[in-house]
């Protein structure tokens, strides 16, 4: 099948490329830039076809013969997106809105990237596809407009459209700005973990994730949507207890209680049973497994790791943490 991936050079679409490469299809990568540098590290993706593009401004031009378009570009921050509103809101929604006209305008089936965090997140509940949108950060509100969106063009237009809602994902590639990768950084450089507020998360491994993306589009059937996750809840403090003896030091935790901002809902747990009906899907890889790997690879990869080392070493309550500050050259204060 030949897939092209929008937001490539990302956590999840570069994760995605190799893994649909392995599996025998063909991929076209697109993104606007490989700012995180993931392409240029010793990358096979360097061989496939890539379009350089800006979705929300610039024009887009698909290879012939494409079967498929997974779309995951998007400015995926929370935190950033509660500092820098609308450029978040106006990237997610006019990106999704092109490709989903380009989708139609060339008969391509489309698989959209959204997030459990249009659930909100409420303590004691555990969420299922049909429970109602609740967004708290200005990027969960996107998401729900990029939704929204979509299904108005499957509903308008029969464009076939299918919508997978990601939990927390933790692997490799991931940006330390992130509880997971930033605290296996600070490991690296001898630091104490630093773990900030008390709320409940669904943490799922990456390679699970891509899985379940693959059987959604080669077999979901349209106008569905599915919840990737395990259905676990985990406080940020079980993480960092998890994480703790793969450190060498003996460095004591760093907790604080309080989320820098008031971007997030209290607790994100996730049901997936309609994805595990559907597919037969199921998680294989439990925490600690995937601690214990990803750990492993930040230690291999500790060149790459490094070049984000001033925002994982700064502090939460500076917003200098937050490695899309850089990128897209807003001040931190």
Not at 19 to 41: A, E, I, P, S
Not at 116 to 139: A, H, I, K
Not at 152 to 164: D, T
Not at 326 to 331: E, K, L, Q, S
């Amino acid at each position: 099948m030949n897939i092209v991936i929008t937001g490539a050079s990302g956590f999840v679409g570069f994760n995605l490329s190799h893994y649909l490469m392995q599996k025998g299809h063909q991929v076209t990568l697109l993104d606007q830039d490989d700012y995180c540098q993931r392409l240029v590290h010793g990358s096979p993706l360097h061989d496939m076809p890539y379009i350089k593009c800006n979705l929300a401004e610039d024009r887009l031009q698909l290879p012939s013969g494409t079967d498929h378009i997974i779309h995951l570009a998007a400015m995926p921050h929370v935190d950033y997106s509660y500092h820098q509103p609308s450029e978040v809101f106006r990237n997610n929604t006019l990106s999704t809105q092109a490709i989903l006209q380009y989708a139609l305008n060339h008969g391509i089936p489309l698989l959209l990237a959204s997030s459990v965090e249009v659930y909100g997140g409420e303590w004691g509940r555990v969420y299922r596809e049909s429970d109602p949108y609740s967004p708290v950060s200005p990027y969960s509100a996107s998401k729900v407009a990029c939704e929204t969106l979509a299904m108005s063009y499957a509903q308008c237009y029969q464009l076939p459209v299918n919508i997978f809602r990601l939990t927390n994902l933790y692997g490799p590639w991931q940006l330390p700005d992130r509880i997971i990768p930033r605290n296996f950084g600070r490991m690296l450089d001898g630091l104490p973990l630093d773990i900030q507020g008390s709320a409940v998360r669904d943490f799922l491994y990456i390679d699970d994730a891509l899985r379940a993306i693959e059987q959604i589009m080669l077999s979901g059937q349209n106008g569905q949507t599915f919840n990737i996750s395990t259905g676990i809840g985990t406080t940020m403090q079980e993480i960092g207890m998890l994480m703790e003896p793969l450190a060498r030091s003996a460095e004591a935790m760093e907790i604080r209680q309080q989320e820098p901002t008031q971007s997030r809902g209290s607790s994100l747990v996730v049901h997936s049973g309609k994805l595990r009906s559907a597919f037969g899907w199921y998680p294989e890889i439990t925490l600690e497994q995937g601690l214990e790997k990803t750990f492993q690879w930040y230690q291999e990869h500790a060149d790459w790791v490094r070049q984000f080392s001033r925002e994982y070493h700064t502090t939460r309550e500076n917003r200098s943490f937050i490695i899309d500050m850089a990128r897209y050259a807003v001040p931190a204060v």
